[in-house]
């Protein structure tokens, strides 16, 4: 199921003086099963573009296509709730979505809202707690007693539970420790290859970009300023200066490498991993060069 | 939800009502409010609706904005003054079954009802779309001085009034946050029976009562922590003051006042 945006605007409280056009004639698309990261720097429209993915704005012009679904300014409300099944939506600081007595009530809230029979609705609550690392003790207790992490990953659970196709995070690890974020991506990322979802994440960190996204579109003033691999916006300097992006640290590295010794890896270290390999792969090279000179 | 929301919004357009003192016009609407009482057929009406229509001319604000306003109480407007015009017993009556009763008189006192509910609807978004909150705050806080002196913690009601005031729009957008969480796992606000429906505020509620007690929280340790030791004799950054426009509005209330007495019935 693939996503398409045509020439879509959004203006939020148009014709008042404070009104303000988030998304200014957008193009773009999303390909099923990939891993797409949506980059920019506040302000730039990304969170009002995620909210079109899953029909909470309307464009107040242009067609966003999903699948075979076409949302318009003036599609109706009533077509909107399927929609919403298919796309899954987890929000800046979900954790203030939580209202549930139980943490089972709270997974159980979504699939229950799709007429998900309750005990069924529970099998689902407890599996996609168990995906985000929480087990089946955890189901009968408040969700106001854990700790900020904990409370995040069930709010991640309760929206897992509706088992979307499309699965949309808007910064889901801010705020976390280390640890924290490594999971989470980790788990994300285990949706994308293992159950094929297609995953669309917002993000400031570039590490995150560069080690997980298939693709890389970067927001600028409401419209796409590129889409591209990592790798290519990673060397696009002027594109990254627009923006005030960085490159991930392991990139700087190697660019501080190449300034200060004139060493020059022969590829773009994405990860950590690559840049183990970029290095020895590097000093092989050279030693070569040493014996055969 | 924010779109929908006309009263208690302020929009900064700059004009002559835009610049009238704050306690100016919570005067005059207060005053507005007690004329048109007194206001009995359709010629003061007529006064009353040209007051607001100037007001709303110098206010430079689109008069669909003030539509908008009224939207939302619309049928309860229309049901109250279908009340009116069925249980006003008349002299000219056209129709007459048990209690029900459709008479000239009952017909004009609906219509008047009707009016009287738009016209004080419109003033007081014309006043809160001038003014910001904390301006109106400031006002209050000057008329409940003189009430220091019977103990009233006038500074204190200040603060909380202003507090209030400032988290008003935080609110709404916390509200409306969790809203979209919400309705992206599938919830339909509009969806269902009315007991359904109070059901549904649930999980809107729950949360929204949470992040509130997190912000009083965090709101209160802020303040200590800047060493907040109460509102009692604090200045103010931004001072009132009054102009010779204000007295010349509060004047031409007065003079509409005289005409409404002299044309009611």
Redesign the interface.
């Known amino acids: 199921m693939d996503i398409q945006f045509k020439n879509v605007s959004y203006t939020y409280?148009a014709?008042?003086?404070?009104q303000h056009t988030a998304l200014n004639n957008l193009n773009l698309t999303i390909k099923p099963h990939k891993f797409t990261a949506i980059i920019g720097k506040t302000g730039s429209g990304k969170s009002t573009l995620v909210?079109h993915l899953?029909a909470?704005l309307k464009p107040t012009e242009g067609v966003v296509r999903i699948g075979n679904r076409s949302i318009t300014p003036t599609t109706g409300?009533t077509q909107l709730?399927a929609l919403?099944?298919m796309v899954?939506?987890v929000?800046q600081f979900?954790e203030?979505?939580?209202?549930g007595q139980t943490i089972a009530e709270d997974i159980m809230?979504?699939p229950k809202?799709?007429g998900v029979k309750p005990d069924e609705a529970l099998a689902i609550a407890e599996r996609t707690l168990k995906m985000v690392g929480l087990d089946a003790s955890y189901l009968e207790r408040s969700p106001?007693d854990l700790s900020g992490g904990q409370q995040r990953r069930v709010a991640i659970a309760?929206?897992l539970a509706?088992e979307p196709e499309i699965l949309v995070l808007d910064e889901p690890t801010a705020g976390l420790d280390p640890k924290g974020q490594h999971e989470l991506m980790q788990l994300f990322s285990r949706l994308n290859t293992e159950m094929g979802t297609t995953i669309i994440l917002v993000t400031h960190q570039m590490e995150q970009v560069a080690e997980y996204a298939d693709d890389v579109i970067v927001m600028e003033e409401g419209t796409v300023a590129k889409q591209a691999s990592p790798r290519e916006i990673f060397s696009d300097s002027d594109i990254l200066a627009n923006n005030y992006l960085n490159v991930p640290r392991t990139v700087a590295f190697s660019n501080e490498l190449a300034k200060a010794y004139g060493w020059n890896l022969s590829d773009m270290p994405l990860t950590t991993d690559d840049l183990a390999v970029d290095l020895m792969r590097y000093f092989k090279a050279k030693k070569e060069a040493r014996y055969e000179g | 939800m924010k779109d929908k929301m006309i009263i208690g919004r302020y929009l900064p357009y700059d004009s002559y009502i835009h610049r009238l003192d704050p306690r100016a016009k919570l005067l005059a609407t207060i005053f507005y409010i007690v004329i048109i009482f007194f206001a009995n057929n359709l010629t003061t009406y007529f006064v009353m609706a040209l007051i607001v229509l100037l007001g709303i001319h110098l206010s430079n604000i689109p008069v669909d904005q003030f539509i908008r306003g009224v939207k939302p109480m619309f049928w309860l407007f229309v049901f109250t003054s279908v009340l009116q015009m069925i249980f006003t017993p008349g002299i000219t009556t056209y129709f007459e079954f048990g209690i029900i009763s459709i008479s000239k008189e009952g017909i004009t006192n609906g219509i008047l009802v009707f009016l009287r509910f738009v016209l004080i609807i419109f003033m007081s978004i014309l006043m809160t779309l001038t003014t910001e909150a904390l301006r109106l705050t400031d006002a209050i806080e000057y008329f409940l001085t003189p009430f220091k002196k019977m103990g009233l913690p006038v500074a204190d009601l200040a603060l909380m009034l202003s507090i209030g005031m400032r988290f008003v729009p935080t609110l709404m957008d916390e509200a409306e946050k969790i809203m979209d969480a919400q309705r992206a796992r599938g919830m339909d606000f509009n969806d269902g029976t009315v007991t359904e429906k109070i059901q549904n505020l649930v999980p809107l509620l729950v949360p929204l009562f949470n992040r509130s007690f997190d912000r009083a929280i965090e709101l209160a340790t802020a303040m200590e922590a800047r060493d907040y030791q109460g509102g009692d004799g604090r200045s103010k950054y931004r001072e009132l003051k009054w102009s010779i426009h204000d007295t010349f509005v509060l004047g031409s209330f007065a003079i509409f006042f005289v005409i409404v007495l002299n044309l009611r019935r």
Request: glycine share 14%; net charge positive.
């Open positions: 409280e014709g008042t003086p404070i909210q899953n909470l409300n709730k919403r099944k899954g939506t929000f979900p203030a979505q939580l209202f809230f979504g809202n799709y106001f309760g929206v509706l």
